[in-house]
C-alpha cells in the first residue's frame, strides 16, 4: 500500500504532542510552534505527560473491570506503553482499534500492531469527523454488541463547534452496547491566565490547527446520558493517582479536564 504524503510545511498536533511528551518523531515545523506554546505556557510538558498517566491509570481501571475491547481515536505517534501493552497486560486477549489521521501515526502502524498471541490490534488511517467510516471498520475487529471502551484522548479540543464535537461524540457512542465506557480528555481555559490562554490558541492556529478550549461545563456535556466513574471529572493527575504520581497543587489550574463513564 502507498503511504499517504507527510506535509513538513505545517505543524500537526499529534507531532507536537511527541514533541511535548520527548519523543524524536517529529518534524522542525512541530517543535517551532510545540516551544511556542511552551513559552506561553511553560506547564505544557508536564500537563501532556500528566495527560499520558492518566489514560493509561483510565484503561488499566477498565481492564481489571472487564473490558477487553478498546477504540482508541486519536492514537497519535507510539509512546511505550501504548494502550494495548496496558489493556493486553491485565486481559492478554484484549482487542485494540487505533485510529488517526496522520500519516506520520501510520509509518508506526507496526509498534501499535504487536498484540498478543491471544488479543488483536488493529489501525485505521481515519479522521474523527468522519465517524460512520470509523465504527464500519472498527466492526471489522470489535464486537459493538459487547462492551467497547472509546477512548478520545487529547483529541476534541482540536474539533471546533462547526464540526459539532457533541454530535462526533453521539456517532460515536451510539453503537457501543450498554456496559461502554468512554474516555476523555480536553485542553481548558478554566483558571488560566487569559493572554496564556489567547497566545496558546493563536500558536494553532497560525499553524493552520483549529483549535478550541472548552469550560468544564462544556466538557461535561460530552458524557451527556452516561454515568461518570469516581471521581468524577477533574485534572489528570487528581483522576486515581498510583503511588508516587505527582499530586495537583491546590488552586492550581487544570489546563486539562478528564473523565471516565460508563453507558
Known sequence: MALPPIDTSRPHPARMYDYYLGGKDHYEVDEEAAERVVSVVPDARRLAR??????????????????????????????????HQVVQGIRPDARV?????????????????????EGRTS??????????????QARE??????PVALSLVALLHFVPDEFDAYGLVDALTAPLAPGSSLVLTHGTLDGGDPEEVAGVVEVYRKGGIPFRLRTREEFVRFFRGWELVEPGVGAPDAWRPDPGDPVPGAGDPPGF??????K
Do not use: K, W
Not at 68 to 83: A, K, S
Not at 98 to 112: I, S
Not at 123 to 136: F, H, K, L, N
Not at 141 to 146: H, I, K
Open 257 to 262: 479536564y478528564v473523565g471516565v463513564a460508563r
Open 123 to 136: 489501525y485505521v488511517q481515519a479522521d474523527v469527523r468522519d465517524p460512520e467510516r470509523i465504527v464500519a
Open 50 to 83: 500528566a495527560n499520558r498517566r492518566f489514560m493509561h491509570r483510565a484503561v488499566r481501571h477498565l481492564a481489571q473491570q472487564g473490558i477487553r475491547q478498546f477504540l482508541d481515536i486519536g492514537t497519535g505517534i507510539p509512546t511505550e506503553p501504548n494502550l
Open 141 to 146: 475487529v470489535l464486537d459493538l454488541t459487547r
Open 97 to 117: 482499534v487505533y485510529v488517526d489521521n496522520d500519516p506520520v501515526v501510520l509509518r508506526h502502524a507496526e509498534a501499535l500492531l504487536r498484540s498478543t498471541p
